[in-house]
Every structure is written in structure tokens, then in C-alpha cells.
């Protein structure tokens, strides 16, 4: 076994005129030490988890009266609600009254729906005013709130007019929540809100889910 | 057969585990959070945590690792606040308490509990309504004990924990006037070929 072996004949010559030297054995039996070794490494394997938490930002708005909120404009606008078994449903802009903008879909192709919303309103977009400043603080930056400046900065407002509507139902669990937070920040969605649902809306999750 | 090399590696893996290993604080629920691409390190320091778990059972902690007193100023002021006549010694032991999810009323019941024994104690969670409940007083507390300094809020929810829980939570901080959160996460990858990842190889390239 391992053993550290230290009475070799080190440097001595043995020779005829040489006394030969009495040795005491200094091998130590590492054996022991070897096993509880072992059972550290085992220990400390099944202890440590090597993945470190990380921190998800969030920032809610006021609970303002209605004159106060930003005005969201319907071309823009893309509401994403969070149903029962992972299920989500999705509609552009305004609820038809007939409810024919409103599909069911899933967290897979959520992503898919979310960029191609994107790509429609960077289509859609339409030079402005507003738009000049907003390529200014992205050329700039934020040194604040760690932005670093944009290399892309012409590029920065084509999208100012999305808005991502979130609205999950009771049903949601909190995964679908921030996994749906979470597609935000996966494709660069810069203005979004967490709101709830609307009596209108309830209905029409409820009748889906029992029809299915 | 010579071990010597084995056994030096078996070592150094051991040394390893036991540099990169960090005990953390035992908690009365076990939680599993959810994966986000966000890669902001979890603060240990000025920083106040509310855990929520999968029956919606809600728990409240105060993380001062540097600062001790800081968590014991808080105790005292709620105790102050809301008249709980706890005594100096349990005010000391919610020190040594990682969190707690009792309402104000069963409080001395549980800080009367030694730490090693709190975790036979079942507690029943923090009562929250939707005007917040009980978490709302905590919070206010907490932050007006911290004054001044620059505190950071933490959520953390288990994964299978409905969504009311969430926004009750929510609606406990922001009737303090606190809008800005930070949830605990687990890191994962930003998804190939989406904008996120784009946008950080460009991060990385750029700092190389």
C-alpha cells in the first residue's frame, strides 16, 4: 500500500571499511490515513452542489391609477398568459371579440412566437423623434446601471414600440413564471409587464381548458 | 503495486472539494428553484429574503453575515413594534435562527426553541393576505432597521408553487414602496443561437 519509505540506503556507501549503521525501520503503515482519505472525498462528492445560485432582477411597477400608465400601442403589443400544466396562450394586440387572435401554444414555441413578434414590429417600425434619443442612450450607455454602451446603438429603438403583456393565471406554478421572465431576457425583450388577468380573459383560459 | 500516485491524486481531488465546498445555512423547507439565464451573484450581505415553498408556506430571513447586530436590531424592533415580550435570550437566539415562518403570535414559541431543534418544529408559515399580512410588518420593519444602507430583496420560490403565492408576496413589498426584486435562480445557459447569447459572445469577444 502507499507507504512513504525513508530508510533507503540514502547517500552511505557500504564498503568493507564502512560500520554498517543499525537501522530502525521507518516505514509508517499510511493505510489508515489512505481510507479516511477516501471517505472525505465521498463525503465531500455527495455533499457539494456545484452549481451557485444566481439572482433574477425584477422590477414591478406602481399600482398607479389608469391616466398615469403608459399607453401601449396595440401594433406592438403581445399578450402571453400563463395557464394550468404548462400551458400558455397568446394573442397580438387587442382581444378580438370573437377570440380569434387567441392561441394555445407552449413554453417551447413561446420563443419562437416572441421573435417573430419582434421581427413583425422592427418591420413595422417608423422613424421618429422619440427614436433619436433612445439610439442616444444606447450609444452612450448607462455606467449607473451597468449598461455598457451599445455597439449596435442605430439598431436600439427599431423594437421601442413591443411590449410584452405577462399575465399569469392562479394555476401558473412559479417556474412558468419566471421561466416566461426569463424568455424576456433571452431575447433582448426590453419593456415588459407583469399584470393580471382580465375577468374577459379568465373566461376564455377556463373554457379552453375545459374543452380540452 | 505502487499507490503513490493514485493516492496524491485521490488527495489533491479532497483538497479540492473541501476548498471548494460552502455549508449552507440549514433552512426549515427545502426549496427548488427554478433555472434562469441571469448570471448576478446571490448577495450574503444587507439583504432581506423572503422563501416561499410549494404549499405556499411563506418564511422571512434577514442576511447579515458581516453584521450580527444588525439581525438583532431588527428582532428588537419588531419586538417593539408589534408588543411581542420576547425575552433577550430569544431575541438572541432569532441571531442564530436562519428563518422564520410562524405568525407574530407563535414567535415566542419558536425562538423559546434552541436552533438545533427548531427544524422539528413545524412552522406554519408567515400569514399573508392580499394586502400582505404579516410579511408587510416584518418587511417594514426590517427596512427601517437597515435605514440608509443600500438593501437588496430577495425571492425565493419553489418551483411548483402556484402563482398567488408569488404575487402575495409581491404585494407585501410593494406596500413598503419596494418595486425592484431579486429572485434566486439557478444558472443555466443562454439558449444557442438566441439574441442573449449573441449579445454575450459579443460581451466576451469584446473583453478578450
Given at each position: 500500500m502507499a507507504s512513504i519509505d525513508e530508510g533507503g540506503g540514502g547517500g552511505h556507501k557500504k564498503g568493507p571499511g564502512v560500520k554498517k549503521a543499525k537501522k530502525l525501520s521507518t516505514r509508517v503503515d499510511m493505510t489508515p490515513m489512505v481510507d479516511l482519505g477516501f471517505l472525505l472525498i465521498?463525503?465531500?462528492?455527495?455533499?457539494?452542489?456545484?452549481?451557485?445560485?444566481?439572482?433574477?432582477?425584477?422590477?414591478?411597477?406602481?399600482?398607479?391609477?389608469?391616466?398615469?400608465?403608459?399607453?401601449?400601442?396595440?401594433?406592438?403589443?403581445?399578450?402571453?398568459?400563463?395557464?394550468?400544466?404548462?400551458?400558455?396562450?397568446?394573442?397580438?394586440?387587442q382581444l378580438l371579440p370573437d377570440a380569434s387572435n387567441f392561441h394555445t401554444t407552449t413554453f417551447k414555441s413561446v420563443r419562437d412566437t416572441i421573435i417573430q413578434m419582434k421581427k413583425d414590429v422592427i418591420n413595422a417600425h417608423v422613424h421618429d423623434a422619440g427614436c433619436t434619443k433612445i439610439q442616444e442612450e444606447a450609444r452612450v450607455g448607462n455606467p449607473k446601471l451597468n449598461i455598457p454602451p451599445d455597439p449596435n446603438w442605430k439598431n436600439a429603438c427599431l423594437d421601442k414600440d413591443l411590449v410584452?403583456?405577462?399575465?399569469?393565471?392562479?394555476?401558473?406554478?412559479?417556474?412558468?413564471?419566471?421561466?416566461?421572465?426569463?424568455?424576456?431576457?433571452?431575447?433582448?425583450?426590453?419593456?415588459?409587464?407583469?399584470?393580471?388577468?382580465?375577468?374577459?380573459?379568465?373566461e376564455l383560459i377556463k373554457k379552453t381548458e375545459g374543452g380540452n | 503495486m505502487d499507490m503513490t500516485p493514485f493516492v496524491d491524486v485521490a488527495f489533491l481531488i479532497l483538497t479540492f472539494f473541501i476548498m471548494a465546498t460552502k455549508f449552507k445555512p440549514e433552512e426549515p423547507v427545502e426549496i427548488k428553484t427554478p433555472n434562469s439565464v441571469s448570471t448576478r451573484d446571490l448577495p450574503e450581505d444587507d439583504a432581506?429574503?423572503?422563501?416561499?415553498?410549494?404549499?405556499?408556506?411563506?418564511?422571512?430571513?434577514v442576511l447579515s453575515a458581516k453584521d450580527p447586530t444588525i439581525k438583532y436590531n431588527v428582532i428588537k424592533h419588531i419586538n417593539e413594534t408589534r408588543?411581542?415580550?420576547?425575552?433577550?435570550?430569544e431575541m438572541k437566539n432569532f441571531v442564530r435562527t436562519p428563518s422564520v415562518g410562524v405568525p407574530f403570535s407563535g414567535l415566542k414559541q419558536l425562538l423559546a426553541i434552541p436552533q438545533e431543534d427548531q427544524k422539528n418544529f413545524k412552522q406554519p408559515g408567515i400569514p399573508l393576505d392580499t394586502l400582505g399580512g404579516e410579511l408587510y410588518y416584518w418587511i417594514r420593519d426590517a427596512v427601517g432597521t437597515f435605514s440608509g444602507k443600500k438593501l437588496l430583496f430577495l425571492i425565493k420560490g419553489d418551483n411548483?408553487?402556484?402563482?398567488?403565492?408569488?404575487?402575495?408576496?409581491?404585494?407585501?413589498?410593494?406596500?413598503?414602496?419596494?418595486?425592484?426584486?431579486?429572485?434566486?435562480?439557478?444558472?443555466?445557459?443562454?439558449?444557442?443561437?438566441?439574441?442573449?447569447?449573441?449579445?454575450?459572445n459579443r460581451e466576451k469577444a469584446a473583453s478578450k
Open positions: 465521498t463525503f465531500f462528492i455527495f455533499t457539494t452542489t456545484m452549481s451557485s445560485p444566481t439572482t433574477m432582477q425584477l422590477f414591478m411597477p406602481k399600482d398607479t391609477d389608469d391616466k398615469d400608465q403608459n399607453k401601449a400601442k396595440e401594433s406592438g403589443a403581445l399578450t402571453i398568459m400563463l395557464g394550468k400544466n404548462n400551458v400558455v396562450y397568446v394573442y397580438r394586440g410584452i403583456v405577462i399575465k399569469p393565471d392562479d394555476e401558473a406554478t412559479y417556474k412558468n413564471t419566471i421561466d416566461i421572465l426569463d424568455e424576456m431576457a433571452i431575447s433582448a425583450i426590453k419593456r415588459y409587464a407583469m399584470v393580471d388577468l382580465f375577468p374577459a380573459e379568465k | 432581506i429574503q423572503v422563501t416561499f415553498d410549494s404549499t405556499g408556506r411563506v418564511f422571512f430571513s408588543t411581542l415580550g420576547l425575552t433577550e435570550a411548483s408553487a402556484k402563482y398567488p403565492s408569488f404575487k402575495q408576496v409581491l404585494n407585501a413589498f410593494k406596500k413598503n414602496e419596494i418595486f425592484k426584486f431579486q429572485m434566486i435562480t439557478m444558472l443555466e445557459d443562454a439558449p444557442a443561437g438566441s439574441e442573449l447569447a449573441i449579445i454575450r
